[in-house]
């Protein structure tokens, strides 16, 4: 169920889910917009300001007991159209690079990378909600908001019922200048519940090319799942 819950957020290939600063809980308390079309325009406003993305993230995963699964740190990158780079630490170490066509994951303690065609549909890869076109992000999810005192909070539902996940939570912060993405939620079939929580944001950084493709390492195992000519 951990790999499981990495490739819901990689085919975010995004990738996957989170938590794991120790903060004192704060009562937040939040109220429904009816209006999903505002919702959708405000959602829009917010993911088409960002043109490039890059944060540290703590990730943890709960089934649905609450019990913790999974808790892992890294880092992740973004860049339009379709870019994407995800960088676990420690015991799960991951590499997950794609530069919009081609989707590399490799894992260093298995000494293998699979590959395969970048999904751009949005609701096959999540992560493209920062990196893709969202222009018609209504095709894909049912969405409405929530409003907090300090957090504008977005909730899509696939309207495709047999995708991975159930519900995708967004959080950004309300008043900080560049209204930041702060967490993402992942909420599937069996109760399992993945978050990940952003830390050091940075909308539209300069992020190098080549951070974005993958030099595959000598003596590896490759399992290239690509169609087309590469």
């Known amino acids: 169920m951990i790999r499981f819950s990495r490739q819901i957020l990689i085919s975010l290939s995004l990738c996957c889910s ?28 917010l993911l088409g300001e960002i043109r490039s993305f890059s944060a540290n993230f703590v990730q943890e995963t709960h089934n649905g007991l609450g019990e913790v699964l999974q808790s892992i740190k890294g880092r992740m990158e973004v860049a339009k159209p379709g870019k994407l780079r995800w960088q676990t630490e420690g ?29 751009n549909k ?39 019922t047999t995708q991975l996940f159930d519900s995708l939570e967004l959080t950004f912060n309300k008043f900080a200048q560049q209204q930041v993405l702060q967490e993402m939620i992942i909420r599937d079939a069996s109760g399992q519940i993945t978050e990940i929580r952003f830390t050091d944001v940075l909308n539209n950084p300069e992020l190098k090319a080549e951070i974005f493709t993958f030099d595959i390492p000598a003596g590896i195992d490759i399992i290239d799942g690509r169609q087309g000519s590469f």
């Not at 490799?106 to 395969?116: G, P, W």
């Not at 096959?124 to 049912?142: C, Q, V, W």
């Open 18 to 45: 989170i938590p794991a600063v120790a903060e004192e809980a704060v009562a937040i308390s939040v109220q429904p917009v009816i209006n999903t079309q505002h919702a959708i325009k405000d959602l829009q406003r």
């Open 122 to 160: 949005l609701a096959e890869t999540p992560a493209l909600l920062l990196g893709g076109d969202i222009s018609a992000i209504d095709d894909d999810f049912i969405i409405s908001q929530k409003h907090s005192e300090s957090q504008l909070i977005f909730v899509l539902q696939p309207k495709d």
């Open 91 to 119: 015991v799960y170490e991951q590499l997950v690079v794609s530069d919009g066509q081609s989707l590399w994951i490799y894992d260093a303690d298995l000494e293998q990378v699979s590959i395969r065609n970048m999904d």
